[in-house]
């Protein structure tokens, strides 16, 4: 939910670094895309060791505020057709797994 697209941000925004004809990197990201920005953002600009070109701006249209909530909200919306009459005993091992996603 936008913790590996920002690896995929990270990728693009190092190929149009390397290019000659590219000047500021702009990013527009909405919804998942503004998280993705936004993980980018704390995941590899504030790491000394890590090459991930700084964006010169970026528009963050419409993210989640609360990881958990919307967690919670995909789980009960997916969870019933994933599996049946399982649902509740899926839906909290689903939102363990997404919060160690973003741990990891």
């Given at each position: ?73 995909l789980v ?29």
């Amino acid at each position: 939910l936008g913790w590996h697209e920002a690896d995929d941000l990270r990728i693009v925004l190092l190929h149009l670094r390397r290019r000659s004809d590219v000047g500021s990197l702009i990013v527009w990201g909405h919804s998942m895309g503004a998280a993705a920005v936004i993980y980018y953002q704390g995941r590899y600009l504030t790491k000394k060791n890590v090459t991930a070109p700084r964006l010169d701006a970026c528009v963050l249209d419409s993210p989640y505020a609360d990881f958990g909530e919307l967690a919670r909200h995909l789980v009960a919306q997916n969870s019933k057709a994933a599996t049946g009459g399982l649902g509740k005993y899926v839906a909290g091992f689903t939102v363990t797994r997404l919060a160690l996603d973003l741990v990891l």
